[in-house]
């Protein structure tokens, strides 16, 4: 029984080399679809906060849960969906796998060709070269990279345009607005007046004297719906 390394056979550094590109490819793939993912998911959380706060006036103790949710979904996002991926590692069998499922004509080559390398006591090193020789030579002939869907990644990418690009429509067209509720969110505990639909018309009297202790009525002409919390200066 012969003893061999990996090296010895010639053809064996090209089949890896065909097999780390569409790895390295992969891992690409799989961060980016993760990153577009979390950021979907994180627009669209907070146009939809934000809303809601806007039309609704939440009080704190409705805003308490909802600035919780959105602190935890950033952390556990950016945990999940950011990090996580980017320690992610694929063996070089899962790669073979996943290269014949998408080629199925080299009919398991490619894995064959990956254990027979590395098993050091073979009973026949020429045929194993031979193994090699042809699973590489047709290797070659194939995009690899093919094998990688990047179908989600499209999908997940056009998630997070539509939800940045409803966030940004939102806080260009009432920025006033959604600052307001965007802070009322982030710091509920703090005593942030809610901005309304009301716009003040008119203040009657105008500029006017009066005698100590005399009475003034203020008329003051608006315009909207009301607010639900109305600040006076």
């Not at 891992?27 to 980016?32: A, P």
């Not at 790669?95 to 499922?101: L, N, Q, S, T, W």
């Not at 290797?139 to 989600?152: G, H, I, N, P």
């Not at 009297?205 to 009301?226: F, K, M, S, Y």
Request: charged residues 20%; aromatic residues 8%.
């Amino acid at each position: 029984m012969a003893t061999i390394q990996r090296s010895e056979y010639p053809q064996y550094p090209g089949l890896l080399d065909a097999i780390y590109r569409t790895r390295d490819w992969w891992r690409t793939v799989h961060i980016l679809e993760r990153v577009l993912l979390f950021l979907a998911g994180l627009f669209a959380a907070v146009a939809l906060a934000t809303l809601l706060e806007a039309h609704l006036h939440l009080n704190s103790t409705l805003r308490w849960p909802l600035c919780i949710a959105l602190g935890a979904y950033l952390v556990g996002g950016m945990a999940l969906l950011v990090f996580r991926p980017l320690f992610r590692e694929w063996t070089e069998e899962e790669v073979a796998v996943h290269i014949e499922r998408k080629y199925p004509q080299l009919d398991n080559q490619l894995i064959n060709a990956l254990q027979l390398a590395s098993d050091t006591r073979v009973m026949s090193p020429g045929m194993v070269e031979v193994i090699i020789a042809q699973a590489a030579a047709n290797v070659d002939e194939l995009a690899t990279r093919q094998a990688v869907s990047t179908r989600r990644v499209r999908w997940t990418a056009l998630l997070a345009f539509l939800a940045t690009a409803g966030l940004a429509v939102w806080a260009i067209v009432a920025f006033d607005r959604f600052a307001n509720a965007l802070q009322r969110i982030a710091f509920p505990g703090r005593d942030i007046t809610a901005l309304g639909a009301v716009r003040i018309l008119g203040v009657r009297p105008g500029d006017a004297r009066l005698n100590r202790g005399a009475d003034l009525e203020v008329v003051v002409e608006t315009e909207g719906g009301p607010s639900g919390e109305i600040a006076a200066a």
